[in-house]
C-alpha cells in the first residue's frame, strides 16, 4: 500500500461548502470510504463508494455529502453542502466501503464555526 493523502480542508461558517480530496496510486480500482474524528469521539464512518456510482451515507450527512471518484486520477471527493458546527472533524480516506483495510493517512481538518 502506498501513502493515503486527503487535502480540502479548512474553516468554513455554517451553511458553507468544501470538497476534500483523497489521492493514492492505485485506489482507482478500490471500494473507498471517508471517515471523521470529532475531539473526543471515536472515528466514525461517513460516506463509501463501489465503482463509481454504488454509493451510502451515515444518516447525519444523508443529502449533504456526496462521495465521488476520477479513476484517472485515482482520486476519491467528498464534497460537502450546509456544513454544521457537528461536522467540524479531522477528515480521513480509507480503502474498503465500509471497514478501513490500509493505515490511515494524516487527515484533513474540517472546522464549521461562525
Known amino acids: 500500500q502506498v501513502p493515503l493523502v486527503e487535502s480540502g480542508g479548512g474553516l468554513v461558517q455554517p451553511g458553507g461548502s468544501l470538497r476534500l480530496s483523497c489521492a493514492a496510486s492505485?485506489?482507482?480500482?478500490?471500494?473507498m470510504a471517508w471517515y471523521r474524528q470529532a475531539p473526543g469521539k471515536q472515528r466514525e464512518w461517513v460516506a463509501g463508494?463501489?465503482?463509481?456510482?454504488?454509493?451510502d451515507y451515515t444518516d447525519s450527512v444523508k443529502g449533504r455529502f456526496a462521495i465521488s471518484r476520477d479513476n484517472a486520477k485515482d482520486t476519491v471527493y467528498l464534497q460537502m453542502n450546509s456544513l454544521k458546527s457537528e461536522d467540524t472533524a479531522v477528515y480521513y480516506c480509507?480503502?474498503?466501503?465500509?471497514?478501513?483495510?490500509?493505515?490511515w493517512g494524516q487527515g484533513t481538518q474540517v472546522s464549521v464555526s461562525s
Open positions: 480509507n480503502v474498503g466501503f465500509r471497514s478501513p483495510t490500509w493505515s
Open positions: 492505485g485506489i482507482s480500482t478500490k471500494a
Open positions: 463508494i463501489f465503482n463509481v456510482d454504488i454509493t
